[in-house]
């Protein structure tokens, strides 16, 4: 899903705008075993209770394509797949295929901890695109119906010392079980181009290092997809084993300056951003690397990715810009790596940052 399609379902998670029709949950101990099991309506909640399930659920859409979201294919002629569609179609009434999706989840999902399985549906008309009649209709006639789970941590709090009105004195409150945000979670089916896909799923990681390979094959049947950390690289490695001269400063600058300047600019595109092969090979171009070691990088490109492009997000990061050496750590405002350079001085390889306004050494403004 765009970022358009994530926003407009995540809109619909307040109270005023949601139609879910029930939250299902299901609570697992430290032991993986069972503890309690419910089924919820929203508007059976008081406001603030409903609100914290309704967050859940809306962090389950959070995050950054390639990083914490991915698109994930459903195989309707799997079991797995036959579960999923019937539980969106049933909208999780039938009490033996919500006890499997959670039996699956269960078997299938290493995390410390005990936690709780949240599950609901919703449905909803799906908008009309905007068109030149003013007295065009909102909603189209196609209803969007869809399921969404939520696997959220239960910690156990730290004592507080909390003030008591009854008494007007502070005392101490005893440590007690709370819900976290979710750590995972998917949507199905995939919402796209104003309607459902019924041959994939959304899912969400927040720990874009942790993609739950174990949980994606058992409920899914199917291959995780590449971590951002584990595409981002090999796709370094590629580079770096395709140049004579390996990786160096000036390419690495040069992909990050102008990727995250194309992201800049994209900032409100609802897809994300992927640059091609090709696209990556003009950039280093640029760095006035040789045709030939183009040529190879291309190749083992193909190789490792095939001829799909990557999200520039996953090689270029906006929000950081860091060189390290064994003893120094630099860390520069992304959007201006251009004040770095690497410079010969007196023999020596030195990181050189052009001083721009006010300088300080440890919050001090010192004089240069």
């Keep these: 899903m765009n970022r358009k399609d994530i926003a407009q379902i995540r809109r619909r998670f307040t109270p005023e705008k949601n139609d879910i029709s029930v939250i299902r949950g299901c609570y697992v101990n430290e032991k993986r075993e ?44 799997d079991p797995t797949g036959q579960l999923l569609r019937r539980l969106q179609v049933g909208e999780l009434k039938d009490e033996k295929d919500v006890e499997a999706l959670f039996r699956a989840v ?8 005990s936690y709780l399985i949240l599950a609901m549906h919703d449905a909803f008309s799906v908008p009309k695109k905007k068109a030149l009649h003013t007295d065009a209709p909102e909603f189209t006639d196609e209803v969007f119906n869809y399921i969404m789970l939520s696997v959220c941590p239960v910690k156990l709090t730290k004592p507080l010392l909390t003030f008591f009105s009854d008494d007007r004195d502070f005392h101490t409150v005893e440590p007690d079980l709370a819900v976290a945000g979710p750590a995972l979670g998917f949507m199905y089916p995939l919402y796209a181009d ?18 739950h390979a ?3 094959d058992g409920v899914f049947g199917a291959a995780a997809p590449a971590s951002a950390s584990d595409t981002r690289q090999t796709f370094y490695d590629v580079l770096n084993d395709s140049l004579e001269t390996g990786l160096t400063f000036d390419v690495v600058q040069t992909l990050h300056e102008n990727l995250t300047a194309q992201l800049a600019d994209r900032k409100k595109d609802a897809a994300p951003l992927q640059v091609s092969r090709k696209e990556i090979a003009s950039l280093l171009q640029s760095c006035d690397v040789p045709e030939a070691q183009l040529d190879a990088f291309q190749e083992q490109y193909l190789e490792q990715f095939g001829a799909v492009g990557i999200e520039a997000a996953t090689i270029a990061e906006e929000k950081r810009f860091e060189v390290e050496t064994e003893t120094a750590k630099v860390s520069v405002d992304p959007g201006r790596s251009d004040l770095v350079t690497m410079q010969k001085i007196d023999g020596r390889t030195c990181i050189v940052i052009a001083a721009e306004g006010a300088v300080t050494v440890n919050g001090v403004e010192v004089s240069l």
């Design 106 to 113: 269960i078997d299938h999902l290493e995390i410390e901890g």
């Design 34 to 77: 069972i503890v309690s099991a419910f089924a919820k309506s929203p508007l059976s909640l008081p406001q603030s209770e409903a609100e914290h399930y309704l967050a859940a659920f809306k962090k389950t859409l959070g995050g950054a394509p390639g990083r914490n979201q991915f698109t994930l294919p459903v195989h309707l002629d």
């Design 194 to 211: 104003g309607g459902a896909d019924l041959s994939a799923a959304h899912f969400f990681t927040k720990d874009a290092e942790d993609i």
């Design 214 to 216: 174990d949980f994606i």
